[in-house]
């Protein structure tokens, strides 16, 4: 079945950077776009970013666009959100999701999360 | 940028029908989705292309859009039904995702 694992997560302070990993499987990986998704706590989901299947366009949140980076590796089956210039706001659980299809729809398989905290 | 509103909260009775609404301007001229998301774990699809059912949702869950309301119905609401619900759509004018603010369902 589809397993989508993030890692990467942690502490850093403001003005630091992470990146923030997605290993993926049970799918044809290159076929499908992806997308990080945050969750503030307590908070709603906001979109992040979508790449698509063959990594050869991505979009992002304007929140994020300019600080993050998102790329993939279709050799490797992974996902990578690098994030720079990072804020106490950032803060949030980071989901990578499957897209339904190669480019944007819906969100058909959500990995667990990880945990980013900015903080000083 | 394109805003879907949801009611924070909606409660029902078990075994009654819940509806839950998704609000935008001429979202019925657009593809939504919904997600439920219960207590600490990740969202999960739970309906696609506004009345697409994924495999495994059950059959108590519909949905539907037109104007500029979307609607997801629960029938027959259990206690396991009680979670966050999430819209979402995807902006091409700004080639944007776009989620609602989401719903928390309560089963009284």
């Known amino acids: 079945q589809v397993e989508m694992v993030e890692s990467g997560g942690g502490v850093v302070q403001p003005g630091g950077s992470l990146r923030l990993a997605c290993a993926a499987s049970?799918?044809?990986?290159?076929?499908?776009?992806l997308h990080w998704v945050r969750q503030a706590p307590g908070k709603g989901l906001e979109w992040l970013s979508f790449?698509?299947?063959?990594?050869?366009?991505?979009f992002y949140a304007d929140s994020v666009k300019g600080r993050f980076t998102v790329s993939r590796d279709n050799s490797k089956e992974t996902l990578y959100l690098q994030m720079s210039s990072l804020r106490v706001e950032d803060s949030g659980l980071y989901y990578c999701?499957?897209?339904?299809?190669?480019?944007?729809?819906?969100?058909?398989?959500w990995g667990r999360g990880i945990l980013v905290t900015v903080s000083s | 940028s394109y805003v879907l509103t949801q009611p924070p909260s909606v409660s029902v009775t078990p075994g009654m029908t819940a509806w839950i609404t998704c609000g935008g301007n001429h979202i019925g001229s657009k593809s939504v989705h919904w997600y439920q998301q219960r207590p600490g774990l990740a969202p999960v699809l739970v309906m696609y292309y506004n009345s697409d059912r994924p495999s495994g949702i059950p059959e108590r869950f519909s949905g539907s859009n037109s104007g500029n309301t979307a609607t997801l119905t629960i029938s027959r609401v259990e206690a396991a039904d009680e979670a966050d619900y999430y819209c979402q759509v995807w902006d091409l004018e700004s080639d944007h995702v776009i989620f609602g603010g989401g719903t928390k369902l309560t089963v009284l």
């Open positions: 790449i698509k299947y063959d990594g050869g366009e991505a």
């Open positions: 999701a499957k897209d339904g299809e190669a480019f944007v729809s819906r969100f058909d398989h």
């Open positions: 049970g799918f044809t990986f290159k076929n499908f776009g």
